[in-house]
């Protein structure tokens, strides 16, 4: 068995080396994005709620299309796209909620910016709250955090591989 | 045990990556605050020493694999590559001097570990 997982046909190195490398990047950039927004919220800062909204949409969603687009290309490869087995489907399920997730923090983070960035130009008369994201920075930082939470449990899987 | 090894080594990988894409953002310019660097230099420290430990653990567990492949004998001299270079920008962030040129060639180690880790060449 430890034999068998060691082999692998090179023809789904190039996509799989994609698949890691984007849920990488997209895990990455979820947890630099819940940071810096908890963070603002606690210290008000305007240029950490900017950070969590471009990262989001420069670096989280690309990731997770170029994530969503190899894995099916793997299957494909790998002959799992007629009938996939639970695992895949599970992977499946988790990127299509995940990324539910993405597009409301995405949207969230981009109106918290927007905001934040009011407060920063009229002197910040609303409050540390305003100028740290508020409410909907804490808000993306629970989405993004279930996100994270999400990406662990489709790590496990894709390394195990339960049937 | 086998899955939990590859579970637990992939995990680590991604802490690393959590650090590589932080201080990306701050090569690049990005306003990241302490905490986020913070957080990238305990994910580089678990991480680094777990995708190492875990990484000669599997070795020595798959058949098929020995500690002294080419492939995993040069994954070791990228993962050292990493941690030195590694080490570098955080003591040069640490200082307020721009550490882009040292965290770039980390983040190319990074990748080249990737790179090995997938294809295996010579395995």
């Not at chain 1, 692998?8 to 630099?32: K, Q, S």
């Amino acid at each position: 068995m430890t034999l068998f997982a060691a082999i692998r046909p090179d023809e789904w190195n190039l996509p799989l080396f994609l698949h890691v490398l984007a849920a990488m990047v997209l895990v990455g950039t979820l947890v630099l994005v819940a940071v810096s927004l908890a963070g603002a919220s606690q210290g008000g800062s305007v240029g950490a709620v900017r950070l969590g909204f471009r990262g989001l949409l420069l670096a989280a969603l690309p990731s997770w299309i170029v994530m969503r687009v190899t894995a099916e290309w793997l299957a494909s490869e790998e002959n799992l796209d007629e009938d996939p087995p639970g695992w895949v489907d599970a992977g499946y399920m988790i990127s299509e909620t995940t990324l539910l997730l993405l597009i409301a923090a995405t949207v969230c983070a981009g109106v918290a910016a927007r905001r934040a960035g009011r407060v920063e130009a009229g002197g910040g008369g609303t409050g540390r709250a305003g100028a740290g994201g508020g409410g909907l920075g804490r808000a993306v930082v629970v989405l993004v955090g279930i996100a994270l939470v999400a990406y662990v449990v489709a790590i496990w899987l894709m390394a195990t591989k339960p049937s | 045990m086998y899955d939990w090894l590859l579970f637990l080594h992939l995990l680590a990988a991604f802490l690393i990556a959590v650090t590589a894409v932080t201080y990306s953002a701050v090569a690049l310019g990005a306003a990241t605050g302490r905490p986020a660097i913070r957080v990238a230099d305990a994910c580089w420290n678990v991480g680094g020493i777990g995708t190492l430990v875990l990484g000669i653990w599997l070795a020595i567990y798959v058949e098929g694999y020995e500690v002294w492949d080419g492939w995993i004998l040069g994954a070791i001299v990228l993962w050292l590559v990493a941690t030195g270079t590694g080490e570098r920008a955080r003591t040069e962030l640490a200082a307020g001097r721009g550490a882009a040129a040292v965290h770039w060639v980390r983040t190319l180690a990074v990748l080249g570990l990737l790179v090995l880790m997938v294809w295996k060449p010579g395995a």
